[in-house]
């Protein structure tokens, strides 16, 4: 039976190596995912926590978010979700987020602690404080910690830029000493009229090639938005859409990687300033440069 659960353990991560695991460098929310990952520029909702931190300084109403991959590539063992809140307080936005990946077998589980702020309205800094559990069935526990940070800059009134540094510290994990992946993205948003966003970025994991990646996404009358991406390295192509009534958000997200197939994604959010934050968080750019 021993022998059984040590070849399951084997055959889960290579798996978790073909498919990124969570202490991988992963996209998360449907959103996101369906402008083909390149989020860290735009980052304005509480999926922030896991893109760029510093997003959280534009975030103006207490959010909720919770995603969902129950099987990707139809693979249970590798199912993925993540809760994430965010509370805009005086002196800045304080972010929440928890997200597991795997099975009983093989078990990922992070917590982050983040927090962003705005200075003067046009710059904006954050961090997360990660911690990170790793159970293997038959092998133990192991845990760890580790510290990311981003940025963010209004350049014009139609261009933001964003940067995030994740596993800035190296923190390792287990009696080996495993390194966690340590990743920066940089890249741009650009934004020419209210209902469109374009977005544009490099991704680079220390111990992989360097990663492309852009997408875009356009809303019909607020209640519809339409999106799609690519990416490099590996070689993805996404799509998806959200629908949006009141405080509610529902966002699908279809990706389709060259090697692995087809998978799909789902993430609900509630956002409690409604429409009028919505409407919001699409000005915020332009509006800074009113002045």
Do not use: C
Request: glycine content about 12%; overall charge positive; cysteine-free.
């Amino acid at each position: 039976m021993k022998k059984y659960t040590i070849l399951i353990a084997f055959i889960v991560l290579l798996t978790v190596k073909v498919s990124y695991s969570q202490f991988e460098n992963s996209d998360l929310g449907a959103r996101a995912i369906g402008m083909g990952g390149a989020f860290t520029s735009l980052s304005d909702n509480s999926l922030a926590i896991f893109f760029n931190p510093s997003g959280l300084g534009q975030v103006t109403s207490r959010e909720i978010s919770a995603f969902y991959a129950p099987s990707p590539y139809g693979v249970s063992d590798i199912s993925t979700a993540s809760l994430t809140y965010a509370e805009p307080l005086k002196f800045g936005t304080l972010g929440l987020g928890f997200k597991t990946y795997g099975s009983s077998l093989y078990r990922e589980t992070n917590g982050i602690v983040s927090f962003g702020k705005s200075y003067l309205g046009k710059f904006f800094y954050g961090a997360n404080i990660n911690y990170y559990s790793l159970s293997i069935q038959g092998y133990g526990s192991a845990s760890s910690f580790g510290v990311d940070l981003g940025a963010m800059a209004y350049i014009t009134k139609y261009l933001r830029w964003g940067f995030f540094g994740k596993n800035l510290t190296g923190s390792k994990i287990g009696a080996s000493g495993e390194k966690l992946a340590q990743v920066y993205k940089t890249g741009f948003n650009f934004h020419p009229a209210t209902d469109l966003n374009l977005t544009l970025e490099a991704e680079k994991d220390v111990r992989y090639p360097l990663s492309i990646k852009g997408g875009f996404e356009y809303s019909i009358m607020d209640y519809i938005d339409l999106r799609a991406g690519v990416s490099s390295e590996p070689s993805v192509f996404t799509a998806g859409v959200g629908f949006n009534y009141n405080l509610f958000q529902l966002d699908y997200a279809i990706y389709n990687h060259t090697d692995l197939g087809i998978t799909h994604q789902g993430t609900i959010t509630v956002n409690f300033g409604g429409v009028s934050a919505r409407k919001r968080s699409k000005e915020l750019l332009n509006k800074a440069f009113d002045n």
